[in-house]
């Protein structure tokens, strides 16, 4: 699976970006991480086949993931951004996971190259 991330950029606090993710050979679950400098990579959203999300409680209420109608693109539409935000976003690809690991990178097999979001105050 290739996955290719693209949408990130500079925005104002309280401004939105739509980060996208185009996965070829096939369709998968897929997610949103990211990781800001010095941190770990965390978990920030995700979907599966069958359409159900999840998203991280930091992100909950400002972030939506969604599929296109072929799902083999993912888009992350983020509202009412702010510094805390700012980060490298990665979407990657499952083919299986559980309620019990679809927020952790060990359950995802292939990443995207990773988008820039910068949040300025």
């Known amino acids: 699976v290739q996955l290719q991330a693209s949408g990130g950029g500079l925005v104002q606090a309280g401004g939105s970006l739509t980060l996208s993710c185009s996965a070829s050979?096939?369709?998968?679950?897929m997610g949103w991480f990211r990781q800001a400098l010095g941190q770990e990579r965390e978990f920030v959203a995700a979907?599966?086949?069958?359409?159900?999300?999840y998203y991280a409680d930091s992100v909950k209420g400002r972030f939506t993931i969604a599929r296109d109608g072929a799902k083999r693109t993912v888009h992350l539409i983020m509202r009412s951004l702010n510094p805390g935000d700012t980060a490298v976003y990665y979407c990657?690809?499952?083919?299986?996971?559980?309620?019990?690991?679809?927020?952790?990178?060990?359950?995802?097999?292939?990443w995207g190259q990773g988008t820039q979001v910068t949040v300025s105050s």
């Open positions: 990657a690809a499952a083919s299986f996971w559980s309620d019990s690991n679809y927020d952790t990178p060990t359950a995802y097999t292939d």
């Open positions: 050979g096939g369709s998968f679950h």
């Open positions: 979907i599966a086949w069958n359409g159900e999300s």
